[in-house]
């Protein structure tokens, strides 16, 4: 099969490509601009475009499937090419979904902690050497790529709500039709693409209404949208609640009725997201103590809960939170594992975090935190053409918080934390204006 890719430079597109090259198909791609780790990584692969940019002649009538990534647009010339010669279009999640019609599909949606479970997954079902094909949305360790297409029998699928592509306005996760599922809760985001609470909602009972007959869907006990979605639903499915477990500076202890199990993960949102891993995994026909056995040395996705330094006293984590819910768990998660004072800190890079009305929502997310710090660029609010918002403003939507927008300044305010010995947590979707800060030996 020969696949062209519209956009190949992007985190998911770049991995697709590679997956495809493997499987035996022939793959060439465009973007108009390729950054590294993406360059890199075709380069290796040999996929990397000969030139950047966008040119109608690269697409042929001998194309059996043209991919478009979001970030090409409706205009965009090979686009236009490819609808000229009546070939075949897809988006990645429809392609990803064409291409898993023969498998289980195992998806995990939600607006938090997605990556984080679907990883949980994927580290269990290798580690009973489960063959399965996979799409997540980070690095995973122990795993090369994002993605995975082969003849595997199952897949395991990070659904996630955003829009499929510039040519269809649904959310990717319509595409997958899962058979097992897991929604780990529903808490307003992307207020770009769903500009209302109830828009928001309702891609989510979409997705519910996307279950193949006979599936099964888990669900957060304690999330009150869900309860309300599941109630209407003739969809199978089934609540998990909060396990029971202790924590302290050397991890987190199960408590089951089948014993006890030691496990690296921590935080009250992390054990969550294990107990409806375990769940999905028992469909499967996994055990319990099979199940946290294999778990016991999971650690986390690539900027999700990172412990990138740990001593007797101090550590400093690193996290991709960037909801009101995601900044809410994930500091309360470091405050009541880790003895000692946390300085948490937040950049504003989402659309949604830069959005005024949206702004709000952040009300005492951060209160878990002995000190906590917003921190935005102005030069992010001039990239995405959208009005600055004042220090003030910010301050009085987070609730006790310290608005820096210097990267100097935030260099410094880390810095005196990390020589105070407090405990670390930097969450972003960005990197902070490319801030260095002065990291611990060992």
């Known amino acids: 099969m020969r696949v062209h890719v519209i956009a190949i430079g992007g985190a998911i597109m770049h991995n697709l490509a590679i997956a495809l090259s493997r499987k035996g198909y022939q793959v060439t791609g465009s973007d108009d601009a390729i950054y590294d780790p993406a360059k890199s990584n075709l380069e290796s692969a040999s996929l990397l475009p000969s030139s950047f940019g966008w040119d109608a002649k690269r697409i042929t009538a001998d194309i059996d499937v043209v991919i478009l990534g979001m970030h090409a647009r409706a205009n965009n010339p090979e686009l236009l090419k490819a609808q000229e010669l009546g070939l075949k279009i897809m988006s990645f999640p429809e392609f990803v979904a064409n291409e898993s019609k023969d498998k289980k599909r195992i998806v995990v949606a939600g607006s938090h902690g997605k990556t984080t479970t679907t990883a949980m997954l994927m580290h269990v079902l290798r580690k009973m050497d489960i063959d399965f094909d996979y799409l997540v949305g980070s690095s995973i360790a122990g795993f090369d790529l994002?993605?995975?297409?082969?003849?595997?029998?199952?897949?395991?699928?990070?659904?996630?709500?955003?829009?499929t592509s510039p040519l269809d306005l649904r959310s990717k996760f319509l595409w997958y039709e899962p058979h097992l599922s897991i929604i780990t809760g529903v808490a307003y985001d992307h207020i770009n693409v769903f500009p209302t609470w109830e828009s928001y909602v309702d891609t989510f009972r979409k997705y519910i209404d996307s279950h193949q007959d006979g599936s099964k869907y888990f669900w957060y006990a304690e999330d009150e949208t869900l309860a309300q979605l599941s109630a209407e639903t003739s969809v199978l499915n089934e609540a998990y609640q909060t396990p029971n477990y202790t924590s302290s500076n050397q991890g987190t202890i199960l408590h089951t009725a089948a014993g006890e199990y030691e496990l690296q993960v921590v935080g009250k949102h992390n054990l969550e997201n294990l107990r409806a891993a375990e769940l999905v995994c028992a469909e499967l026909g996994i055990t319990q103590e099979q199940f946290y056995k294999a778990a016991a040395d999971f650690s986390g996705a690539g900027r999700r809960m990172e412990k990138i330094y740990s001593s007797d006293n101090q550590v400093i984590y690193r996290d991709f939170a960037h909801s009101p819910s995601k900044l809410k768990a994930t500091t309360s998660a470091i405050k009541e594992t880790y003895v000692g004072g946390v300085l948490a800190v937040f950049e504003l890079h989402t659309f949604s975090s830069l959005t005024a009305d949206f702004l709000p929502l952040y009300k005492q997310s951060m209160d878990?935190?002995?000190?906590?710090?917003?921190?935005?660029?102005k030069d992010v609010f001039a990239h995405k053409k959208m009005p600055i918002l004042g220090a003030e403003y910010i301050a009085e939507c987070f609730g006790d918080v310290?608005?820096?927008s210097s990267r100097a300044e935030l260099e410094e305010a880390v810095n005196a934390g990390i020589t105070a010995g407090l405990n670390i947590l930097l969450m972003s979707s960005g990197t902070f204006s490319g801030a260095n800060f002065d990291m611990p030996l060992g």
């Open 368 to 377: 878990a935190a002995d000190r906590a710090i917003v921190y935005y660029d």
């Open 402 to 404: 310290s608005v820096i």
């Open 146 to 163: 994002s993605v995975k297409l082969t003849d595997a029998p199952i897949i395991v699928i990070e659904g996630d709500e955003y829009l």
